[in-house]
């Protein structure tokens, strides 16, 4: 390796090149950046982490090998309730694109469908009525109100 340079030196748009390749799901360059210690909470310009991008692009796959990179309980947590400078969590990303998979594994791993984003949207508020992903963040809102 002749190269000079960060893994994590933002290239496009302030985003890292892990946050490329989980924008456009590529998972194989996810699995090669991380194993080459990629940040995991490297923020690019609006405050979003590569998990952010992995959930509005509904990539199942990737999602899950951000959480099992995160270490420890207290990582994940973190991770989960990161915000961009909208003040949205993964969880909203991945509810903004209706992707009911992602959404599931967030929640499973602790993910708030309760937190608030900036203009006061939780998760829930986001997919299209009818559709499983309302359903199933609506059925995480109600029960954590129980």
């Known amino acids: 390796d002749n190269l000079s340079g960060s893994i994590d030196e933002p ?21 090669l950046l991380l194993e080459r210690g990629a940040d ?8 979003a982490i590569p998990l952010h991008d992995a959930c509005a692009g509904g990539f199942l796959e990737i999602v899950q090998l951000l959480l099992n990179r995160a270490n420890d309980a207290e990582h994940i947590k973190r991770m989960l309730e990161s915000v961009d400078s909208e003040g949205d969590t993964p969880l909203h990303h991945a509810a903004r694109g209706e992707h009911a998979d992602v959404i599931r594994l967030l929640l499973s791993n602790g993910a ?9 949207k939780t998760p829930a508020e986001l997919p299209e009525h009818g559709t499983d992903a309302r359903r199933l963040l609506e059925a995480a809102t109600t029960a954590m109100a129980t």
């Open 40 to 47: 995991l909470e490297a923020k690019d310009e609006d405050g």
């Open 112 to 120: 708030s469908a309760t937190k608030e984003n900036l203009y006061g």
């Open 11 to 31: 290239l496009e748009d302030g985003d890292s090149a892990l946050h490329l390749t989980c924008l456009y799901g590529h998972f194989g360059c996810a699995q």
